[in-house]
């Protein structure tokens, strides 16, 4: 399981006409995917790729590359943050193939973006079982034993967000004098840690976020500056592609929102904000 990655946003004072992409990877094959046994003899974090998950990261690198290059401009640089899970900086390197030195303006590892922890050492019966009840029991909210739940990884993730926006907004990626605002930042990092970090930037409920879905292995979300200066998946996504990924329409609805909304602008009817709220039948059962 290798799985994915992060995003990034902007802070309202940022100018509309500074451009970012965020790019969001997704999963490779590693040999925890190929051997589940793998997880009770090796680390976690020391589970590597397979040559499939090799050759995935660098086709990823490669629409990658493709993909910020696209606008026809030749400032264009590209800033990593990583999980230290060994997977995902083996997917970096492969990814990384794909760039030349010139245009890498950095690589940061995060441990904040690690996957989410399943307990050390995973006994491969138990882990079965313990899957079972997290299904039951609910995605979100499911601590594994010794481990964490998807609450507590949005607990990290949240901290993290606020050092990527602080990050963002004091240009930490490029030496003063030489910033150009054609700017790309990659995370890669793991499937749940990424959708948490969706949930937590764009407030979707825990209910919204137990409907997503996991990334195919290499492939990519990508958060873009709109026409505001806010990000959305939905400038460079579309809507039935989100769809697949799990959003619903009320998701693609703010999407949208966000694709033409400035900096500083709230999205009031979004979610539960007002009266709605009381007026909605909800079953807890």
């Not at 994915?4 to 004072?13: C, M, Q």
């Not at 094959?29 to 790729?49: C, Q």
Request: hydrophobic share 30%; proline share 4%.
């Amino acid at each position: 399981m290798a799985e994915r990655r992060g995003n990034i946003p902007a802070r309202e004072r940022r100018r509309p006409d500074e451009r970012e992409e965020q790019n969001t990877m997704a999963g490779w094959s590693t040999v925890g995917n190929v051997d589940e046994a793998a997880y009770t003899r090796v680390p976690d974090p020391r589970i590597g790729l397979t040559a499939k998950g090799w050759r995935d990261a660098e086709e990823c690198g490669r629409r990658l590359r493709e993909l910020v290059s696209s606008d026809g401009e030749d400032d264009w640089k590209v800033y990593f943050y990583v999980s230290p899970y060994r997977r995902t900086l083996e997917s970096l390197r492969g990814i990384g193939r794909a760039f030349e030195p010139h245009r890498v303006a950095g690589v940061r590892e995060e441990p904040r973006l690690r996957e989410q922890d399943f307990g050390n050492f995973q006994d491969k019966e138990k882990m079965r079982v313990e899957k079972e009840i997290r299904r039951r029991y609910g995605r979100f909210f499911y601590r594994f034993p010794n481990g964490e739940s998807a609450a507590d990884v949005y607990d990290r993730i949240t901290g993290f967000r606020e050092t990527l926006r602080g990050d963002i907004d004091i240009g930490r990626f490029q030496p003063p004098g030489r910033r150009s605002p054609n700017m790309n930042i990659i995370i890669v990092s793991h499937g749940l840690t990424l959708r948490v970090f969706l949930m937590r930037w764009y407030k979707w409920s825990v209910r919204q976020f137990e409907g997503l879905n996991n990334l195919g292995n290499g492939g990519a979300l990508v958060m873009q500056t709109g026409e505001g200066g806010r990000y959305s998946l939905l400038v460079h996504h579309t809507a039935d592609e989100l769809r697949e990924f799990g959003l619903t329409d009320e998701m693609l609805q703010d999407q949208l929102w966000q694709k033409t909304a400035k900096l500083g602008e709230t999205n009031y009817s979004f979610m539960t904000n007002d009266q709605s709220f009381f007026d909605a039948h909800v079953n807890f059962t």
